[in-house]
């Protein structure tokens, strides 16, 4: 009895692991990826329209849909398929201006007149400190600020 159960644990076993090795290769292949841009979400849904509308014609063709039942799902999928259509259009559109703000805020960014670098130099020591302080950062003087007094 308990030899018969300690070769049922071992075959369990065996099972449990060489079954993902069995498994196959492109079982995942078919589904779809998630899309992260809105673009691309569009285009993706669009080809899946086109192909709805492919395999209608073919339905249709093989004799396995009413006319009226043909003509009613072939508008629909158009119908849809110009929606997507359109909403594409419009997100390109949209990105074109974007693009077009971008290079016009970098344009003005360019043209912007430099302000002149306040300089900290400290009086007593003479450092010259990198960056807008109050206190020297090699004696630890008070630094007095251009138009301000201490």
Do not use: H, W
């Not at 970098?106 to 450092?127: D, I, N, T």
């Amino acid at each position: 009895m308990l030899l018969g159960l300690s070769i049922l644990i071992c075959v369990g076993l065996a099972v449990f692991v060489a079954a993902p090795l069995l498994v196959a290769e492109g079982q995942g292949a078919g589904t779809l990826p998630v899309d992260v841009t809105p673009l691309a979400d569009l285009k993706r849904r669009r080809l899946v329209v086109y192909e709805n509308i492919n395999d209608l014609e073919f339905e249709y063709q093989a004799g396995k849909i009413s006319p009226e039942d043909y003509r009613t799902l072939r508008q629909n999928y158009l119908g849809e398929a110009a929606a997507l259509m359109a909403t594409a259009q419009e997100a390109e559109k949209t990105r074109e201006d974007d693009a077009l703000i971008e290079r016009e805020v970098a344009a003005r960014r360019s043209r912007r007149v430099p302000q002149l670098r306040e300089e900290y130099v400290c009086p007593k020591c003479g450092f010259e400190n990198p960056v807008p302080v109050k206190f020297c950062g090699e004696c630890g003087a008070a630094i007095a600020r251009p138009g301000k007094k201490n």
